[in-house]
């Protein structure tokens, strides 16, 4: 073998040399002096030369995420969001563990949330701050930031108490936290947490005002009244003139009915501030409901002078006519409401105050007995706005259809709300009174026992089946059902009114009387039990003084219930007292001309007092009169006046 060949073989055994790599170190490099001029360029202000710069830089290194993070900050300053939304969301996908390229990334889609995108922007940018705490856990500032949008702008009440928890581990001895904390569990409806919170805060700050009157709130939700008063007046003892907390106290002491108390609050506040609207909205609450009327309307009148436009004080006019039983006064009024001028109201708020409203009028119409204005109202309750109607005005429209005995359209509602609402017991219950008004009781009763087997642990349910038999007077299965909600909640008002009217209505009147009056341990001030056991035993004329007194007690929970007065009518007439017998019943007739029960009592009064030929009249009205209930005792009326006929044909004889 020659030298050549073996130099040649030798040659060929040489691995070739590597290919020459790409220039990565020299470009970024280059990358970092450009970024750099621009850093240099942004803070004299130059913008333009600073993007073009880092521009450059984002070439020549395309995989850094920081350049493109102060990309995205420059566009930001510059106004170009969109443009640096696009940067910051680069800078995220080239680099997922980047805590600058996140939080820049936040800031920006929160910028972007006063558009119409608003709530997505935000739940994006809370969950761009979520991955800078992830990355960056004692990042104390993101977790404010985090907090306040969750809290403030979200409304994502449990989330910030998460956050606030969060950040408290960071500074477990911040006060500011811990109210924080508590505040936003309170919100989230966990009130033993808030106060745990609060009560932290209160050991870092004793006899913090603020602690106090936010520990009233929770305690207020929770329906803890005592606690609730207590802490709102150790507040006040701190700062006697924080006025959010003494209307705070107020409307405690109003939801517990210490409306004298109330009364005090809302003056503390007028004192020092005559016009406050929320304070003379109180005073009116406090004394319509102590039936102090005239007072109440003069605060009602305080609000709208100052603001004719505002609609509390209309509203409170309505609610203090109705507490007077003016029901066309209540009408006049929200007839007013329903015709303001809607400018500045956002349309969908507008929408849902206008359906609360035509529903108060629907049921003023109703009490007028305008039962047909009644359903029209109702029926533009259903349609006002873009929110679809509930199951309970539906029934409303119904109902009132049905009492103004259009019985067919009536029928036909009911059933379309029931394809909307089919296990509604109200509305099926409503259709089963209709199936029965138009004669079809088998169906009817069948309806009722189907609800009756699908709730047969529900009161309500057990109540309206009752209701349903007592109407079509079966009287022993109205009985059975209420027996059977007895067992359930045996402190149910509503079963025992029930179950003592079903018992009377089958004479057994000591039964009745037995059940009212464990009606009445539960609630002594009931008005519609003191008026039935008053007037049941005064029209037997059994305990008649007694009797006398129950209503009276009725009456003035309520001077203007037409049936009250009635029955207050009826105990005089038992005792003799004839001219305060007559006074009264002729104040239950002002409101209810047409009720037949009230008719004849005034004509029974009327003889008694030796004015038959008047008698005669009002028993004859009696038999044209309302009596939807089948109480008035037509044969035994029309008796009376062939009686009472008979005597004044006597009297002309010569």
Not at 299 to 306: I, K, S
Not at 518 to 527: I, Q, R, T, Y
């Amino acid at each position: 073998m020659t030298m050549l060949v073996c130099v040649l073989l030798a040659a060929a055994q040489v691995p070739a040399p590597p290919a020459r790599p790409a220039p990565v170190l020299r470009d970024r490099s280059e990358a970092y002096y450009h970024f750099s001029l621009g850093l240099q360029a942004r803070l004299q202000g130059d913008t333009q030369t600073s993007l073009e710069e880092y521009r450059l830089a984002q070439k020549l290194d395309p995989g850094s995420g920081a350049i493109r993070v102060e990309t995205a900050r420059l566009l930001r300053e510059a106004g170009k969001v969109e443009e640096a939304l696009a940067e910051a969301t680069a800078a995220v996908r080239l680099d997922k563990d980047n805590p600058d390229a996140h939080l820049t990334l936040a800031q920006l889609h929160q910028l972007q949330a006063g558009g119409a995108s608003g709530e997505e922007s935000l739940r994006k940018a809370a969950a761009e701050y979520e991955e800078v705490i992830r990355l960056q856990p004692n990042d104390g500032n993101t977790l404010l930031t985090l907090a306040g949008l969750y809290g403030q702008q979200l409304q994502d009440h449990k989330e910030a108490a998460r956050i606030w928890e969060l950040y408290l581990r960071l500074d477990p001895g911040s006060f500011e936290a811990h109210i924080q904390l508590g505040t936003h569990l309170l919100a989230a409806g966990e009130p033993e947490k808030a106060a745990a919170a609060l009560k932290d805060a209160l050991e870092l700050q004793p006899g913090s005002a603020r602690v106090y009157g936010t520990l009233g709130d929770i305690y207020a939700q929770a329906e803890q009244t005592d606690q609730a008063v207590l802490h709102y007046r150790k507040a006040l003892e701190v700062e006697p003139k924080n006025v959010r907390v003494r209307l705070a106290l107020g409307e405690t002491l109003l939801k517990a009915r210490r409306h004298r108390e109330a009364l005090e609050e809302a003056a503390a506040v007028l004192a020092v501030d005559p016009r406050n609207r929320f304070a003379l909205n109180q005073k009116g609450r406090a004394l319509r409901d102590l039936r102090e009327f005239d007072a109440a309307e003069e605060a009602a009148n305080a609000l709208l002078a100052h603001d004719p436009a505002d609609l509390e004080g209309a509203y409170l006019k309505v609610t203090i006519a109705e507490g007077r039983r003016d029901f066309v006064a209540a009408a006049r009024q929200l007839e007013t409401i329903l015709a303001r001028s809607r400018t500045g109201e956002d349309a969908e708020e507008a929408a849902g105050r206008d359906r609360f409203f035509l529903t108060h009028l629907g049921f003023a119409y109703q009490q007028q007995g305008r039962f047909l204005d009644a359903a029209t109202a109702f029926g533009r309750a259903k349609r006002v706005g873009a929110a679809p109607p509930d199951a309970d005005l539906l029934g409303y429209h119904a109902e009132a259809l049905y009492l103004a005995k259009e019985l067919d359209q009536a029928l036909a509602e009911v059933r379309s709300a029931r394809a909307s609402f089919p296990e509604d017991p109200d509305l099926t219950s409503l259709e089963a009174t209709l199936l029965r008004e138009k004669g079809d009781t088998k169906a009817a009763a069948a309806l009722v026992e189907k609800l009756r087997e699908a709730s047969p642990g529900d009161v309500k349910v057990l109540i309206q089946v009752a209701d349903f038999y007592r109407r079509a007077k079966q009287f022993p299965e109205a009985e059975s059902a209420l027996r059977q909600a007895r067992e359930l909640d045996a402190k149910n008002l509503g079963t025992l009114f029930q179950l003592g009217a079903v018992l009377e209505r089958q004479q057994r009147h000591d039964e009745a009387e037995t059940v009212f009056r464990e009606a009445l341990s539960v609630e002594p001030n009931s008005a519609p039990v003191l008026n039935y056991v008053g007037y049941m035993n005064a029209d037997r004329n059994v305990k008649v003084e007694e009797a006398l007194e129950m209503i009276q007690r009725a009456v003035a929970l309520d001077p203007n219930n037409s049936a009250y007065l009635d029955s207050l009518g009826w105990a005089y007439f038992r005792l003799g007292r004839l001219e305060a017998a007559e006074e009264s019943v002729r104040k239950a007739l002002a409101s209810q001309d047409k009720n037949a029960v009230i008719l004849d009592h005034l004509g029974d009064i009327l003889q008694s007092r030796g004015r038959t030929a008047e008698a005669v009249e009002y028993w004859q009205q009696a038999l044209q009169g309302e009596d939807d209930e089948g109480e008035l005792d037509r044969a035994r009326v029309e008796r009376k006046i062939r009686d009472a006929q008979s005597v004044l044909r006597a009297q002309q004889t010569p």
